[in-house]
């Protein structure tokens, strides 16, 4: 009798499809800073028609920031299924550049 009752449960367990009832939501939110810098160094050759050929050579030195902002959420309503939304802004600062040549 205990078997028979056991049995019975899991059956309507299965059947019910309650384990497969799965709901998530979520959401977030991003914030960013970044810095980037560098160096870019140049050089040209050219003729010159009354002194011959000729090298000039100079380096540009850059600074950039940029901020970000963002926010994403999802919610999935069973194990197959979810959606998911999302929005990224990312904008620059500034951008600084020196010449030294």
């Known amino acids: 009798m205990k078997k028979t009752i056991l049995v ?14 799965e709901k998530a ?20 050759t050219y003729y010159d028609p009354y002194s011959g050929y000729s090298t000039d050579s100079w380096t540009s030195d850059w600074k950039m920031d940029r901020t970000s902002f963002g926010a994403f959420g ?3 309503i069973s194990q197959y299924i979810e959606f998911n939304f999302g929005l990224l802004y990312k ?10 040549g």
């Open 25 to 44: 939501a979520g959401f977030g939110i991003l914030f960013g800073k970044t810095f980037s810098s560098g160096q870019i160094n140049f050089s040209d």
């Open 91 to 100: 904008s620059i600062g500034s951008i600084t550049e020196t010449f030294e």
């Open 74 to 76: 999802f919610f999935g």
């Open 8 to 21: 019975g449960l899991c059956l309507v367990v299965l059947a019910s499809g309650g384990f497969a009832l």
